[in-house]
């Protein structure tokens, strides 16, 4: 199936194939999915601690289907969590940001990872972009928090350390589009090769080369009038 163009928020529940359709409440996911899916420029915005507080996180893929894509996506403001990932599940071109008790928590093995951002993701005040087990070598540009659990020889195929807030436009009012920065021209598509046409806001993907989170960088365009 498909999910494309959604934006959840404040804990109102998406659930797709749940266990008994109670699941994702007690545990308080924005989304939960089970089974095959395709989650295409959508939004998971907040998100909150259930009553036992339990770390469910903003969107939860428990051990869905073969082949699950989220792409283009934006995860953000949840205080239980960003992405729990449970299973193999593949993560292009989003950005995981703002989030308490972690980015991303994974369970096991077959996560892979295209030109995506975990930035800002915080336990107690103390960096969390990611908890539970790492990805194998399945990361093909993944840009984090300085000082976190990645390292940038970990993976020959590149991680890329935050040091600060100014790749993105206005980060502290919330805007994660990408400036002229060390995000823009970097990504990759090899060796995946349907790139998806367009980002979040529904402009060009590839410009140059495919960039760095869920917004592609739209560079200014002058026209010169000769008289």
């Known amino acids: 199936g498909q999910i494309v163009d959604c934006v959840i928020s404040g804990g109102k529940i998406l659930a797709v194939q749940g266990d008994d359709g109670k699941w994702p409440e007690r545990k308080g996911a924005n989304a939960f999915i089970r089974g095959s899916v395709k989650v295409t420029r959508c939004q998971f ?21 073969n082949g699950t894509v989220v792409e283009d996506c934006l995860i953000k403001d949840s205080d239980c ?10 993560i292009y071109n989003t950005t995981i940001v703002d989030n308490e008790q972690y980015g991303v928590w994974s369970w096991g093995s077959g996560k892979t990872f295209y030109n995506t951002i975990l930035y800002g993701n915080v336990l107690a005040g103390v960096s969390k972009d990611w908890a539970g087990d790492k990805p194998s070598k399945n990361v093909f540009g993944l840009a984090v928090t300085s000082g976190g659990v990645f390292k940038s020889g970990d ?4 991680i890329i350390l935050l040091e600060n807030s100014d790749a993105f436009v206005d980060y502290e009012k919330g805007d994660y589009h990408l ?14 090769t349907d790139v998806s046409a367009t ?9 140059n080369q495919v960039d760095i989170g869920c917004y592609e960088y739209q ?4 026209s010169v009038i000769f008289s």
Do not use: H, M, Q, W
């Open 45 to 65: 915005l907040g998100g909150s601690y259930s009553e036992n507080g339990y770390n469910c996180g903003s969107l939860t893929l428990y051990y869905p289907g």
């Open 81 to 90: 969590g960003g992405a729990l990932l449970a299973g193999s599940t593949y």
């Open 155 to 158: 993976y020959s195929n590149g």
């Open 179 to 192: 400036k002229g920065s060390v995000l823009v021209d970097v990504g990759t598509t090899d060796p995946r």
């Open 199 to 207: 980002d979040l806001d529904g402009n060009p993907r590839v410009i």
């Open 219 to 222: 560079p200014t365009v002058f």
